[in-house]
């Protein structure tokens, strides 16, 4: 299967600063990148979907001025958690699908798992 | 409103076979799929359906009917290593994907 590389695998970061987290398609065009969030023993919450080149689209109680996607290229999307406090600290999950292909399946990164101290 | 239901937890002999039902009510479908998740790792791929029948590989097996909104994964020569979270998700009109909760799988010696 196709393979998509999520980095850092995990990181600790003080409250108030920012902490990015990539997402790279590595044998394939990612059209369509998903962020998600998962709680302890809770399952994968959507934040948003991206499609290379435009805006993500966030759901409903995810704030968009705090957690920026940028998917500028067809093969990376990033995540960036600003003004990070103790309540972000979660395991965040990318996937990506080549919608252009139409492929329906989505593969997934390995997952970060964020503290925020 | 779009709704998928699994049990939260199930139990199983080692060697056993377990089935681990998904019912669905979605905007539309564009196929199911089960993933599996250990803990503090990203979910992994196992299955895709969008057809009604049983799609066999190796020793997981997936069913689909869509008429009645429901699927099962059924796990067969279970291996301690199979204890996991298993999720469904059903892909909707808009190609979005809806999760369920997953069900946590206990393989008991």
């Known amino acids: 299967g196709a393979v998509v590389s999520q980095h850092p695998s995990w990181v600790i970061c003080k409250s108030g600063t920012s902490v990015k987290i990539e997402c790279r398609s590595l044998?394939?065009?990612?059209?369509?990148m998903f962020w998600y969030r998962q709680f302890p023993k809770q399952s994968l919450m959507l934040m948003a979907t991206?499609?290379?080149?435009?805006?993500?689209?966030?759901e409903q109680g995810v704030e968009k001025d705090k957690f920026l996607i940028n998917h500028a290229s067809l093969t990376l999307s990033t995540l960036t958690v600003t003004s990070a406090h103790p309540e972000d600290s979660s395991f965040y999950i990318c996937?990506?699908?080549?919608?252009?292909?139409?492929?329906?399946?989505?593969?997934f990164g390995q997952g970060t798992r964020l503290t925020v101290v | 409103g779009q709704n998928i239901d699994q049990p939260t937890e199930m139990t199983a002999t080692e060697g056993a076979i377990v089935q681990i039902n998904c019912t669905y009510q979605?905007?539309?479908?564009?196929?199911l799929f089960w993933y599996q998740q250990h803990a503090g790792e990203a979910p992994t791929f196992l299955s895709y359906n969008v057809l009604d029948g049983l799609e066999e590989k190796g020793r997981f097996s997936s069913f689909l009917s869509r008429s009645k909104g429901y699927s099962y994964l059924l796990l067969k020569e279970l291996q301690m290593k199979d204890s996991a979270s298993y999720l469904c998700?059903?892909?909707?009109?808009?190609?979005?994907?809806?999760w369920g909760a997953g069900t946590k799988l206990i393989i008991k010696p």
């Open positions: 996937s990506a699908r080549d919608s252009a292909g139409g492929e329906t399946e989505a593969f």
């Open positions: 044998d394939f065009q990612a059209t369509t």
């Open positions: 998700a059903v892909m909707d009109s808009n190609y979005q994907l809806i």
């Open positions: 979605t905007s539309g479908f564009n196929g």
């Open positions: 991206s499609n290379e080149g435009s805006k993500a689209t966030y």
